[in-house]
């Protein structure tokens, strides 16, 4: 089992940026594909970061592609969605998750946080 606990949303203007974090807990020894993902209201949830357990593969949808980045820091067992030139339309709860079954990319997480709220105002 792992724990993810996100933390760095909040409510920011067009043009400003947000740095997400989430910590894992338990079982990090293991090797995990991991991203980020999002959900606005209304909407089903969206891919919009992920990396392979080395962080030799990073992927992004084109809705994101050069204003967020993803990394992590094995260290502190943390992970960070870094996002700038924030749009109204990235509002949505991000949750950062891991899949134990696909250690290149999230394809099924099985390991989710419990999601921090971003707004963005116009």
């Known amino acids: 089992q792992v724990q993810l606990v996100e933390s760095g949303g909040g409510l920011v203007q067009a043009g400003d940026s947000l740095r997400l974090s989430c910590v894992a807990s338990g079982r990090t020894f293991r090797k995990y594909g991991m991203g980020w993902f999002r959900q606005a209201p209304g909407k089903e949830r969206e891919f919009v970061a992920g990396m392979s357990w080395n962080g030799g593969h990073i992927y992004y949808p084109d809705s994101v592609q050069g204003r967020f980045t993803i990394s992590k820091d094995d260290a502190k067992f943390t992970m960070f969605l870094q996002m700038i030139s924030l749009k109204p339309e990235d509002t949505a709860v991000y949750y950062c998750?891991?899949?134990?079954?696909?250690?290149?990319?999230?394809?099924?997480?099985?390991?989710w946080g419990q999601g921090t709220q971003v707004t963005v105002s116009s």
């Open positions: 998750a891991f899949d134990s079954k696909n250690v290149n990319y999230p394809q099924e997480p099985d390991y």
